[in-house]
């Protein structure tokens, strides 16, 4: 229990109605010039804070948790995601981990959906040639995509963002298959009409389209490797809306290059925010700049999970979002 207002630093500048309620219920200190926090800044404030609230552009890792101060009890994180974090390393000096699952499930569903459409469409190419004043006139068989109704939909981590995504793809007439570390239970099976997969490697040489929607942990780091991207069928399209790690990004920008597969679409980068140079440039690969959960709605939701979790642990319970490492 926390009897004093808690010393919480924001390392990010976080949505106004959000930041508002941090200043009335905690010894707020936000970040509203919005640059990322340097490792200086990082260390300052791991040595001062009780709760600090990083998000995806700040590395908490076992280096700097060495300099958290006797105060540092709570890394409520904004976002879901929590590569970024040694969280085994921050539970082990008794701080804990929070983030924020579930308020931006349904938006990365949508993205990634709308990834798949721009790509199997061609949607991005064919705006920018209307745009830049390309377009002389309709044509038979002038940008044809790729037909997505009906197609062979396979899912690796099956989640909730990829459960979502399977819900939102059945009412594009996808066929959901999907490779998970354990099959869904049977209820959610059977509502999603979904096939297991237990090999990645057989999934992956039988499907139309391919989404991403596992955590970036060691065991997921270019799951998607060479090999496996090769397996892919050359009418293929790939989608990542997780994490950028999990697949070898230079592999595939080279079968994407010779056309060995269709296309992808890609939210997330290995080297965030550097775009692989390979990548830059192919018609047949829609970029974004890691819009997952960019949504106003999706930022307040998040905002407002942070403030659960700290207002719990402050009250001395465990805060809802705690992240178990062995659960990772
Ligand atoms: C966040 C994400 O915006 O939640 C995640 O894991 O990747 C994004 O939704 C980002 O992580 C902010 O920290």
Partial sequence: MVARKPKVIVTRK?????????RELFDTELNIADQPFTRAQLE???GRADALVPTITDRIDATLLEKAGPKLKLIANFGVGVDHIDVPAAVAKG??????????TEDTADLTMALMM????????????????????????????????GKRLGIIGMGRIGQAVAR????????????????VSPRIAEELEATYWESLDQMLARMDLISVHSPHT????????????????????LVNTARGEIID????????????????????????????????????????PHLGS???????????????NIRTWMDGHKPPDRVIPAMM
């Fill in 118 to 149: 721009a790509v199997g469409r061609r949607i991005v190419e064919g705006a920018n040639v209307a745009q830049e004043g390309g377009y002389t006139g309709w044509a038979p068989t002038w940008m044809m995509g790729h037909r997505i109704t």
């Fill in 168 to 183: 939102r793809a059945r009412a594009f007439g996808l066929q959901i298959h999907y490779h998970n570390r354990k099959p």
């Fill in 249 to 288: 990004e230079t592999a595939l920008a080279e079968l994407l290059r010779a056309g060995k597969i269709a296309g992808a679409g890609l939210d997330v980068f290995e080297h965030e925010p550097a775009i692989n140079p390979k990548l830059l440039g192919l018609p047949n690969a829609v970029l974004l």
């Fill in 44 to 46: 300052d404030a791991v």
């Fill in 95 to 104: 701080i804990a981990v929070t983030n924020t699952p579930g308020v931006l």
């Fill in 14 to 22: 976080l949505p106004d109605p959000v930041e508002t309620r941090m």
């Fill in 294 to 308: 960019a949504t106003i709605e999706g930022r307040i939701d998040m905002g407002e999970k942070v403030i659960i």
């Fill in 218 to 237: 060691p065991a997921t780091y270019h799951l998607l490797s060479a090999r496996r991207l090769k397996l892919l069928q050359q009418h293929a399209i």
